[in-house]
């Protein structure tokens, strides 16, 4: 089954950066999309960013767009997401995960993917 560890998480100030990584164990990511979701306390898991197997199609919310970058790095087995000019709306548990099936298109869609990791707390807050 794969494996997949989040790390990177942190406090940080109101316009500050970080860098998440998505690191995966067993198995090879190259055959699957990861999305980054997020979930604050008493909301909604949302997605945050997805980016296809092999690196070419990125996909982002209106939330994050122009502040986030996610990139993969297959011959490492790990995915990024660098976050900048971070607000305290920010503030959640980040998730990453990977599906097995996606082909472009709806990329939010929690049921789409096959493997979670536990989460990396991100704090935005001065």
């Known amino acids: 089954q794969l494996q997949l560890v989040e790390s990177g998480g942190g406090l940080v100030q109101p316009g500050g950066s970080l860098r998440l990584s998505c690191a995966a164990s067993?198995?090879?990511?190259?055959?699957?999309?990861i999305g980054w979701f997020r979930q604050a306390p008493g909301k909604e898991r949302e997605g945050v960013s997805c980016?296809?197997?092999?690196?070419?199609?990125?996909y982002y919310a209106d939330s994050v767009k122009g502040r986030f970058t996610i990139s993969r790095d297959n011959a490492k087995n790990t995915v990024y997401l660098q976050m900048n000019s971070l607000k305290p709306e920010d503030t959640a548990l980040y998730y990453c995960?990977?599906?097995?099936?996606?082909?472009?298109?709806?990329?939010?869609?929690?049921?789409?993917?096959?493997?979670w990791g536990q989460g990396t707390q991100v704090t935005v807050s001065s």
């Open positions: 980016i296809n197997n092999s690196g070419s199609s990125t």
């Open positions: 067993r198995f090879t990511l190259d055959y699957y999309a």
């Open positions: 995960a990977a599906a097995r099936r996606f082909n472009g298109g709806i990329w939010d869609r929690i049921s789409l993917y096959d493997y």
